[in-house]
């Protein structure tokens, strides 16, 4: 590490969309500087996004990874299942913060499984508290608690303003996912 350099951790939250892709374009960005990253996604299961496409033009300096078993809404698998899906990504995640090797860990959505209590507090307090000094850690998700806000080094809000799905719109490829 440089005078001044530090990981940080990161959260991108709010209702609106963007927060993968902001995240993302960390991710991508820091690929661009030579850098190992991962990515977990602890709800998304979609093996068609154009993310996970590019993600495997780019091993093994990107490792990426969905745990997740897709949307809760969908009663495809019952709670249970998204909970040891989610708890899977908990352990994939300390594994990648004990080996130190990447500079960015995403852990794509682990906010939206806290708030279906597929993860805990604990858990992503005890990720947060295990992040090594060089590396930047990103999560993002709905519902920030305050609590995680302020273990935050920077946290970013991603509000709603006008969304194509209130008219009927579809999410769009390339766009959307």
């Known amino acids: 590490m440089t005078d001044g350099e530090r990981g940080l951790t990161v959260i991108f939250t709010g209702n609106g969309k963007g927060k993968t892709s902001a995240a993302m374009g960390v991710v991508f960005r820091a690929l661009g500087h030579g850098y190992r990253c991962m990515v977990i996604q602890f ?39 998204h909970r040891l899906a989610a708890q899977e990504g908990v352990a994939l995640a300390k594994a990648a913060l004990a080996k130190g090797e990447c500079k960015v860990l995403l852990l794509d959505e682990i906010l939206y499984a806290l708030g279906k209590n597929l993860v805990s507090f604990d858990d992503i307090k005890g990720l947060i508290s295990a992040k090594p000094a060089a590396m930047h850690l990103i999560l993002t998700g709905r519902g920030a608690t305050p609590e995680l806000i302020a273990l935050a080094d920077m946290v970013s809000g991603i509000e709603s303003v006008k969304h194509p799905y209130e008219a009927g719109i579809p999410a769009q490829k390339g766009l959307d996912f």
């Open 43 to 81: 709800i998304k299961a979609n093996r068609e996004t154009g993310e996970l496409k590019m993600a495997e033009r780019l091993v093994p300096q990107l490792e990426f990874v969905q745990t997740g078993k897709g949307f809760t809404w969908l009663k495809e698998h019952s709670a249970e299942e």
